[in-house]
């Protein structure tokens, strides 16, 4: 297998590429990436350079996606500018990468290689909030932000490919991600090293938002498994049935660092905050055997060890900005 990873230095994208490499000896990686904010050459360490390849650019540069997916067997596209706050402050870069970043990929697929499978990484986020219930995967998208607006927008196209031309083109919408690698400006990390550092944690609002938590490498082995088997112009639910409200989960990780509450600190909540995400993953479970792995707590406590042993590696990308208790309110 010839696999192009777009978005690898990022943190679900590095979390895939070290899993997949390691389940698949025969595996030859290529690894694009823009080494914008979110990426960190430092998640792909030590992987084989022999099976692996890193280039720096951009999914929206034409010529460049045309020249590497002309060689892949398969296209898996984490690329994306993720973080909702960011995406409040300065949307545009939002509408380039996410949209024309998808659309570039999806050009070099039907003009160069279209027998090539395209795996596209979405979220929950694409369909708004829901008070009750789970959403399917035939439900309308009603995004709320930005962020989540490009996002329905990419995945719209990915879906018109797939059908117009014939792409084998699949689209996974997962839940909230934690684990190793991820970006400390993300709840978790930051609030994992504010804590250790002996600084508030910020909370929005009440903390009362719900939010279905995945541990990555569960993520990673749905991917896996969609890329593998996964149907031509299908899209399919990835979720823990493990939600928590933001609340809890500070609490779980201040416990497990043995802090105590008096850490928390509520601060303003950003502009349309969505108060619950659910997916119901009934689907992938049915049709291709997925099943989550680790459960919330057991996750929680292996992702905190992690950051307290690995300094080193969220040192470096951490500034005042980054661990801003109301990022939404910065110019980026």
Known sequence: MRLLVTGGMGFIGSNFIRHYLGRHQEARIVNVDALKAGSNPESLRGVDEERYTFVEGDISDRRLMA?????????????AETHVDRSISGPEPFLASNVGGTFSILEALRTRNPEARLVHISTDEVYGDILSGSFRETDGLRPSS??????????????AYARTYGLSAMITRCTNNYGPRQFPEKLIPKAIIRANRSLKVPIYGTGENVRDWIYVLDHCRAVEMVLEAGEAGEVYHVSSGEERTNLAVVRTLLEILGKGEEAIEFVEDRPGHDVRYSLDSSKIRRELGWRPERGFRDGMEATVRWYVENEGWWMPLVDERVLHPTPWKLEW
Do not use: E
């Open 146 to 159: 930005p962020y989540s607006a490009s996002k329905a927008a990419s995945d719209v196209f990915v879906s």
């Open 67 to 79: 020249r590497l997916v002309s060689s892949a067997d398969a296209v898996v596209n984490f690329a």
